[in-house]
C-alpha cells in the first residue's frame, strides 16, 4: 500500500535509496558528496528574473529619478518593462524549488548555516554601503530617511517584523524569503519526507487562501498568504524534478497556477491603479501570459527538459544575481540624477546597467566567497560542537564504582540541588 501511495501522490522516484520496484532509480539525486547538483538552467533563470526586476526600476517604476514616468522615455518597450514586476515572482517559485532541495537531507542546523552563509555577507555590505552613502553624501534618490539604530536593526533582515523601514525598497522580498526559510527550518526539525511534503503544501496553499482575505495581522506574517502559492509551486516542481510526475504534485502545481494568477494580477491591477495604464500599460492578460510563461519554463526544468544547459558561465551569472539585486536600485539612484539630461536614456541604462554588473562581480568575489568560506567552517564546527555537548548532557550517569567518561556532564536533580532539607544544605 505505501508504494502504491508513493508512486500515485510522490513519483515513481519517491522510494527508500531512489529505487523504482523493478529497478531503476529516482530521475535525480543529491550530488554524489553530500550537497546537491547545481542546475544551470535555474542560474539562468535567477538572472533573467534579476534582469526583469532591474528593467523594471530603471525604465518603468522609478519616476523619481527621471523627473518624468520612465515609460514615456521608454515607450516602444514599456509592455515588457511593465512586467519585470514579476520577476520577484520567479525568485519565489525558484526559491521554493531550490529550498526544498537544500533542506532535504540535512538537518535544520545545516541548513540554518547554508542559508546564513549564503544571503548574510552580500547583505550586509549592501545595508553599510547604503548607510555610507546616504550619510555622507547629498544623494536624494531612494533615500530611506533611517536613524543609524534604524540601520543597525536592518542587519538582522527581520525590520519590517520589527516595525523599522527597509534601507532599500527591494529588501521587502527579503523578509518574504527570510519567512520562508523559518518555516522549512521547522519543518527540518519536524523531519521532512516526501508525504509530510505533499500535505503540508496543500495544507499551506488551503490555509493562505483563507488568511489572505482577512485583515492583515499575526496569521498573515506566519502564513505569507499572498506569496504561498509562488513557494508552493517551486516546491512541487522540485518533486517532480526528482521523483518524477505524479497526480498529486501537479495537481499542487495547478493549484497554485490558479492561486498566482490572482495574485500576481491584483498586485500589478494595484500598481496600475496608482499610476494609470497609460504610464503603466500591463494589462490584465498580459500579466495571466507572463504568470503561465514562467510556470511553463519553472515546468520545463522540472521534467529535464532544459538539462542541456551546463554552461559553466551559467554559474556565475547565478552567483551575480543576488548582489545585483540588492544594489542595482541603489546605483540608479546615484547614476540616472545625475546624467539623465546629459545622456541618451538608453545608454544611461545601459552605463547603470554595466555599473551594477561589475559591482556585483566584486562582491561575488571579494565579499561573498571569503566570508562563506570563514563563516561555513566555523558554523558547522560549533553546531558539531553544541552537538557534542548535547549528548554528552543526555548520556546515562555511571553505574556505582565506574569512572564517568571524560567530559562526562552529570545532571543534578531538584532535591539534590536544593539539599535533604530543602535549604541548599545536605
Known amino acids: 500500500m505505501s508504494l502504491r501511495f508513493d508512486r500515485l501522490f510522490a513519483g515513481r522516484g519517491a522510494f527508500p535509496g531512489g529505487k523504482r520496484p523493478g529497478g531503476g532509480t529516482a530521475p535525480a539525486r543529491p550530488a554524489a558528496n553530500g550537497g546537491h547538483a547545481r542546475l544551470g538552467e535555474l542560474d539562468l533563470l535567477r ?30 518597450v514599456a509592455p515588457l518593462t511593465t512586467l519585470g514586476i514579476l520577476g520577484v515572482e520567479l525568485f519565489f517559485i525558484i526559491s521554493g524549488f531550490v529550498i526544498l532541495m ?30 555610507l552613502l546616504y550619510t555622507f553624501t547629498n544623494v536624494q534618490g531612494f533615500r530611506p530617511n533611517l536613524s543609524p539604530t534604524d540601520y543597525v536593526v536592518n542587519l538582522t533582515m527581520a525590520q519590517q517584523g520589527l516595525g523599522v ?97 490572482r495574485e500576481a494580477t491584483e ?4 500598481r496600475v491603479k496608482l499610476v494609470g495604464v497609460k504610464d503603466f500599460p500591463a494589462p490584465e492578460w498580459a500579466v495571466m501570459l507572463a504568470i503561465t510563461v514562467i510556470f511553463l519554463v519553472v515546468g520545463l526544468v522540472a521534467v529535464h527538459a532544459l538539462s542541456w544547459m551546463r554552461w559553466r558561465g551559467l554559474v556565475t551569472l547565478g552567483a551575480l544575481t543576488y548582489p545585483l539585486y540588492l544594489l542595482h536600485q541603489t546605483v540608479s539612484a546615484v547614476f540616472i540624477p545625475a546624467y539623465e539630461e546629459s545622456l541618451n536614456g538608453w545608454l544611461l541604462v545601459a552605463i547603470t546597467l554595466g555599473v551594477s554588473l561589475a559591482l556585483s562581480h566584486l562582491i561575488w568575489r571579494f565579499v561573498e566567497k571569503p566570508a562563506q568560506r570563514f563563516l561555513k567552517p566555523r558554523l558547522t564546527a560549533s553546531l558539531r560542537a553544541a552537538r557534542d555537548l548535547s549528548a554528552k548532557v543526555s548520556e546515562p550517569p555511571p553505574k556505582p564504582g565506574q569512572t564517568p567518561q571524560r567530559g562526562y556532564i552529570r545532571t543534578v536533580s531538584v532535591p539534590e540541588l536544593l539539599g535533604h532539607d530543602g535549604r541548599g544544605t545536605v
Do not use: C
Not at 523627473?67 to 522615455?73: A, E, H, L, N
Open 267 to 270: 498586485r500589478v491591477a494595484g
Open 165 to 261: 523601514g527597509h534601507a532599500s525598497g527591494v529588501y521587502w522580498s527579503l523578509w518574504v524569503e527570510l519567512r520562508f526559510y523559518v518555516i522549512m527550518t521547522v519543518f527540518a526539525l519536524i523531519g521532512i519526507t516526501v508525504r509530510r511534503v505533499l500535505i503540508f503544501m496543500a495544507a499551506w496553499l488551503v490555509v493562505a487562501a483563507y488568511v489572505g482575505n482577512q485583515d492583515p495581522g499575526l496569521m498573515d506574517m506566519i502564513v505569507i498568504p499572498h506569496h504561498a502559492p509562488y513557494f508552493v509551486a517551486g516546491m512541487a516542481f522540485y518533486l517532480i524534478y526528482r521523483y518524477g510526475s505524479s497526480l498529486i504534485t501537479w495537481a499542487l502545481v495547478g493549484a497554485s497556477y490558479a492561486f498566482a494568477l
Open 102 to 131: 537544500s533542506v532535504m537531507g540535512r538537518t535544520a542546523g545545516e541548513f540554518a548555516i547554508s542559508r546564513f552563509t549564503r544571503l548574510f555577507p552580500a547583505y550586509w555590505f549592501s545595508v553599510v554601503a547604503i548607510f
Open 47 to 76: 538572472f533573467v528574473a534579476a534582469l526583469s526586476v532591474v528593467a523594471f526600476h530603471y525604465m518603468a517604476a522609478s519616476k523619481s529619478l527621471w523627473g518624468v514616468q520612465p515609460t514615456r522615455i521608454f515607450p516602444s
